[in-house]
């Protein structure tokens, strides 16, 4: 996590769902406070979050919410945070069914400089996620050094 010229930033990468509970419950817990933690040093900024959560939540792409999914709403209620629904998936593997783990959370304010989220599914990766798009509205803060 870290501030970039006028925003915060995140990137996360969750337990997943078949890991044991206690591990997954930390990685939320520390989530959540380094979550915290930005936001006391300066909560006037927007917060983008971005990661592979590896939690299925219904509505999200997925038939129903899995308990990682229920682990991702409840530090998004937690933390004032906005789940952004990419309404496609994000994760595909032959044999199995396409699914969305990974997700888009900001606050309010993250919320209101998104202009697009979209996954982009027609690039080629090794990966079996899909790239996310984010288009923003967002100034950058450019610092010269003064003679």
């Given at each position: 996590m870290a501030r970039i010229n006028?925003?915060?930033y995140g990137e996360f990468y969750a337990p997943v769902d078949s890991d044991n509970v206690e591990e997954r419950q930390r990685?939320?817990?520390?989530?959540?406070?380094?979550?915290t933690a930005m936001r006391h040093k300066d909560s006037s900024l927007?917060?983008?979050?971005?990661?592979?959560f590896n939690g299925h939540i219904k509505d999200?792409?997925?038939?129903?919410?899995?308990?990682?999914?229920?682990?991702?709403l409840n530090a998004a209620r937690n933390q004032s945070l906005e789940l952004i629904?990419?309404?496609?998936?994000?994760?595909?593997?032959?044999?199995?069914r396409p699914t969305c783990v990974d997700y888009v959370a900001c606050n309010r304010k993250g919320y209101e400089k998104i202009l697009t989220a979209?996954?982009?599914?027609?690039?080629?990766t090794s990966s079996d996620h899909h790239l996310i798009e984010i288009t923003m509205?967002?100034?950058l803060?450019?610092?010269?050094e003064q003679p």
């Amino acid at each position: 996590m870290a501030r970039i010229n006028n925003m915060w930033y995140g990137e996360f990468y969750a337990p997943v769902d078949s890991d044991n509970v206690e591990e997954r419950q930390r990685f939320y817990a520390y989530a959540e406070e380094a979550i915290t933690a930005m936001r006391h040093k300066d909560s006037s900024l927007p917060m983008i979050l971005v990661g592979d959560f590896n939690g299925h939540i219904k509505d999200h792409y997925s038939m129903e919410t899995n308990s990682n999914g229920e682990l991702i709403l409840n530090a998004a209620r937690n933390q004032s945070l906005e789940l952004i629904n990419m309404n496609a998936p994000t994760w595909e593997r032959p044999g199995r069914r396409p699914t969305c783990v990974d997700y888009v959370a900001c606050n309010r304010k993250g919320y209101e400089k998104i202009l697009t989220a979209s996954v982009r599914d027609k690039i080629y990766t090794s990966s079996d996620h899909h790239l996310i798009e984010i288009t923003m509205n967002a100034s950058l803060l450019l610092l010269v050094e003064q003679p």
